[in-house]
């Protein structure tokens, strides 16, 4: 996250030093992981079904409580199918040697969403109207092109890339600042979300170890690589004083958690270990993501 040069961290050193000190870490890191055990996702077990960043998808069983339908980012029907597919298809392997850890940061995340992320969002759910959410919700993807032109670009999706110039034009107009889509009324102008990550991926990087960051949620060692990318590229990040890119980063979360109360229970209860689950369904995602 930028920061004023004179900005010191604790150590004295600039913040900028430390975000470049802890890349190289986690590079080194991943080459170290190879040299550990893998966890196999096992085929036979629940299928599994979660949205990105620890927000699992509704079981089929179930009708989708949300009071209005996502934009694109989340799963959809089709990743849903995708998923099942995988699970009867064969196992995916994964490592995860750090999975001790790893179900700390998931239970802490857990009393998060149910202590503090989803009060917030049903309170906010009930005094704001669910068309004013979908426009911030629509504002903020339309506030994030750049991270998606981007890596179409690095990934060689040339007519991708010119798709998202098209919607960025369309929307910041006709669309007032993006808090309208008009551009939703063209099929051909329909996206998929990209990330640094999948662009890692493609280029043939593989997962490297599963990990789980406190609000994060969920990720690889790739992926978070990715994420520390992507985040030069978020319009949000160059906020200033950085608490106010924070506040904004969180009302955002507030406000997509709203569409989306209820999904996460109902997981858990299907889930015989929502943590494997979890982990399962974020790889098999992923390797989609990549794929396409």
Known sequence: MKQNSAEKSGTGLPVRHISIILLV??????????????????????????HQNNQ??????????TDSKNEEGDLTDEDLDFLYEEAEAGAVRVADPFEPL??????????????VLKPAARGYRYLIPAPV??????????????????????QGKFRSAGV??????????????????????????????????QTFGTYGIGNGFYIVWPFLGPSSIRDSVGMIGDRFLNPITYVQPTEASI?????????????????????????????SAIRDAYIQNRNKKVEE
């Open 25 to 50: 870490l986690v590079i080194y890191i991943a080459g170290c992981a190879h040299n550990h055990k893998t966890t196999e996702v096992p085929s036979a077990a629940s299928p599994p079904s979660l």
């Open 247 to 275: 506040e904004i980063t969180a009302y955002e979360k507030v406000n997509d958690i709203s569409f989306r109360i209820g999904d996460y229970e109902i997981f858990k209860e299907a889930s015989l270990d929502p943590y």
């Open 102 to 115: 790893n179900r700390v940061m998931f239970h802490f995340n857990d009393k998060l969403y149910f202590w």
């Open 133 to 154: 959410r979908a426009g911030v919700k629509n504002f903020f993807r339309n506030l994030t092109t750049p991270v998606r032109l981007a890596n179409c670009i690095l």
């Open 56 to 65: 699992p998808a509704p079981s089929p069983a179930k009708q989708k409580t």
């Open 164 to 197: 998202e110039i098209v919607r960025f034009l369309m929307n910041s107009t006709a669309g007032m600042l993006g808090f309208g889509n008009p551009a939703q009324m063209y099929p051909q102008l329909s996206t998929k979300e990209e990330d640094l990550g």
